[in-house]
């Protein structure tokens, strides 16, 4: 019997945020580790002449840039927010629907400006984040979904296991590197062809 996963998203700005920050951990891997290298540097040379105010520069130089990891994503969603706000304050809501061979899209479901998208491959999907509340879902580094883990009545093991087998690949925790290892093994064990 095949199965469909049916789930309602409404976003917030806290949605809007963490879903920048995700897309960040997924595709800014390069970033953030010459990020961290420079901010130790920074931190190691600064600490070596903190007698110097060029070291202590350079010491509060990299603790920003040790401890300011998602200013760009903050940057990136408040821009969206002020611009949703600007223009009304209606923030995207959608309904999934994970069916065998394709995710169906319906924009603002119930709504007026109602609007059912063109269906997404399942092969489309690049990457599988996930954090405490959300599962999510991107199709470009620019762009993706993100789940509700309570919006699955109970069932999250059963649709990450749908979902992990739809795409070949698992689900990376934000900033876990063992878990992009796992995810990285996963994938490489169970990439077949993608839908």
């Known amino acids: 019997m095949k199965k469909t996963y049916i789930v309602t998203m409404r976003h917030d700005e806290k949605t809007l945020i963490a879903l920048s920050h995700m897309q960040y951990d997924l595709f800014c891997v390069r970033n953030y580790i010459a990020r961290n290298v420079l901010a130790i540097t920074a931190i190691l040379v600064g600490g070596f002449y903190f007698k110097h105010i060029w070291g202590i520069l350079l010491l509060a130089y990299g603790t920003y840039l040790?401890?300011?990891?998602?200013?760009?994503?903050?940057?990136?969603?408040?821009?969206?927010?002020?611009?949703?706000?600007?223009?009304?304050?209606?923030?995207?809501?959608?309904?999934?629907?994970?069916?065998?061979?394709?995710?169906?899209?319906?924009?603002?479901?119930?709504?007026?400006?109602?609007?059912?998208?063109?269906?997404?491959?399942?092969?489309?999907?690049?990457?599988?984040?996930?954090?405490?509340?959300?599962?999510?879902?991107?199709?470009?580094?620019?762009?993706?979904?993100?789940?509700?883990?309570d919006a699955l009545g109970g069932d999250e093991a059963g649709f990450r296991a749908f979902i992990q087998s739809k795409t070949g690949m698992a689900f990376q925790k934000s900033r876990m590197p063992m878990s992009r290892v796992k995810a990285w093994m996963y994938e490489r064990e169970h990439r077949g062809p993608r839908l």
């Open 66 to 149: 040790l401890t300011s990891t998602y200013a760009s994503a903050n940057h990136t969603a408040r821009k969206l927010i002020a611009a949703i706000n600007a223009d009304g304050g209606k923030f995207p809501s959608s309904r999934y629907f994970f069916e065998d061979g394709q995710i169906r899209i319906v924009y603002h479901p119930g709504e007026a400006d109602e609007e059912e998208l063109d269906p997404v491959g399942y092969g489309a999907v690049q990457k599988l984040g996930e954090d405490r509340q959300y599962l999510y879902l991107f199709t470009s580094d620019r762009g993706g979904y993100m789940i509700p883990k």
